[in-house]
Each structure stands twice: as C-alpha cells, then as structure tokens.
T-cell receptor, first 113, second 115 residues
Framework: AQSVTQLGSHVSVSEGALVLLRCNYS??????LFWYVQYPNQGLQLLLK??????LVKGINGFEAEFKKSETSFHLTKPSAHMSDAAEYFC???????????FGAGTILRVKS | NAGVTQTPKFRILKIGQSMTLQCTQD?????MYWYRQDPGMGLKLIYY???????DKGEVPNGYNVSRSTTEDFPLRLELAAPSQTSVYFC??????????????FGPGTRLTVL
C-alpha cells in the first residue's frame, strides 16, 4: 500500500528565508506525486505535480519540487518565503493507473516577519 | 465555472441525527470523492465514484453512505451521527481516462460538529 510521510508537522521560517518542506513516499512503482496548499478555512489548491518527464517540477507562487526516485522523496522548496505563504501544505501520492490520492498528515508553514 | 460547490458550510448535529452533505461539480468530471480532514491526520478518503451509478468505499467508509445518480452530484449521507464524525468534509472531482494524471479539484469544505 502507498503511504506518505511529511517530516515536521510545523515549520517556521523568516520572511525571505528558504522554505523546505519534506515529503517521502512508499510505493512499489513510480507514482504520481502532488503538493497541495490549504489556506485557512479554504479547500485545497494544487501547487504542483510530477507525473513523467523532468524530475524538477515548477509550480505556482515560486514553489518547486524535485522527484528523487533513489530517495523516494518529493521535497517542496521556495527560495524566499513570503508572508502570504503561511498555510498548510499536503504531499500526496497516486498510483500511475489509479484514481485515489493518499495524503500525508500535512505541514503547517509559519512565516515570521 | 463554479467548480466544486458544497453545502452547507457549517452544521451542528446532535448525536443520532442524520444529514446529507451536498456536493456538485460543473466540470463534467467523471470521478468524484469525499474526504474527511482531522487535525494532524491529513485527508482520508471516505467514498469515491468513477461515474454515475458507480460508487466504492475508501479508507474510512463506516457511518457514511453515498449515491451518484448524475454526473454532477455526489451527496454524502450521515446516518446516526456520532461525535467521532466531527470533522471537516471535502468533496473533490477529477477527470480520469486510462493513464492520464488525476488532478483533483476540491470544494471549500463543510465543517461538521456532532454534540
């Protein structure tokens, strides 16, 4: 069965600092990988996805993630944090020919001024 | 396009009451999903549907029922509400064909409290 582990339920960074949110997955075959963001009292919004091709994926709002098969990781980064990035971030995995997402527990990002 | 809409936004139920959470999408997506979100637990799949008339259980289906009579609507029914069903419920939809990736679009959620 697939599973997703997000290291760190809370991450705090200063405005302008690097954002690094960690995600590791377990899957018997290379999966599809996603990062979603949830702002307070809202639904989830897709940040970026990896399906095939280039392993470095760029998403919205300056975020990017790199699929590393050897490390079974899909960490999310942003070079310079902005106050508006404060939200909860979810990593998710899906089978290549499946239709169900398995979510990690989420990481709440706090950005300090 | 309104996307995925959910009603109500908030609801308080007493133990043993029943209710239906409504979900509608206008994107002609074939797949629809219901998740519940609990603090520190991420989202757990309750039920999903691959098309009108077809539904299947997810990871946490106990205490819930669904139906899918049309492409657009996917209501979630709670029978005999229990405090353990206090949660935020999200409906989502996606378009899936073969090996195409399955980006899911989420509604704004329904916050349910059972007292």
């Amino acid at each position: 069965a697939q599973s997703v582990t997000q290291l760190g339920s809370h991450v705090s960074v200063s405005e302008g600092a690097l954002v690094l949110l960690r995600c590791n997955y377990s899957s018997s075959v290379p999966p599809y990988l996603f990062w979603y963001v949830q702002y307070p009292n809202q639904g989830l919004q897709l940040l970026l996805k990896y399906t095939t091709g280039a392993t470095l994926v760029k998403g919205i709002n300056g975020f990017e993630a790199e699929f590393k098969k050897s490390e079974t990781s899909f960490h999310l980064t942003k070079p310079s944090a902005h106050m508006s990035d404060a939200a909860e971030y979810f990593c998710a995995v899906s089978e290549r020919y499946g239709n169900k997402l398995v979510f990690g527990a989420g990481t709440i990002l706090r950005v300090k001024s | 396009n309104a996307g995925v809409t959910q009603t109500p936004k908030f609801r308080i139920l007493k133990i043993g009451q029943s209710m239906t959470l409504q979900c509608t999408q206008d994107m002609n997506h074939n797949y629809m999903y219901w998740y519940r979100q609990d603090p520190g637990m991420g989202l757990k799949l309750i039920y999903y549907s691959v098309g009108a008339g077809i539904t299947d259980k997810g990871e946490v289906p106990n205490g819930y029922n669904v139906s899918r009579s049309t492409t657009e609507d996917f209501p979630l029914r709670l029978e005999l509400a229990a405090p353990s069903q206090t949660s935020v419920y999200f409906c989502a939809s996606s378009y899936n064909r073969g090996s195409s990736y399955n980006e899911q679009f989420f509604g704004p959620g329904t916050r349910l409290t059972v007292l």
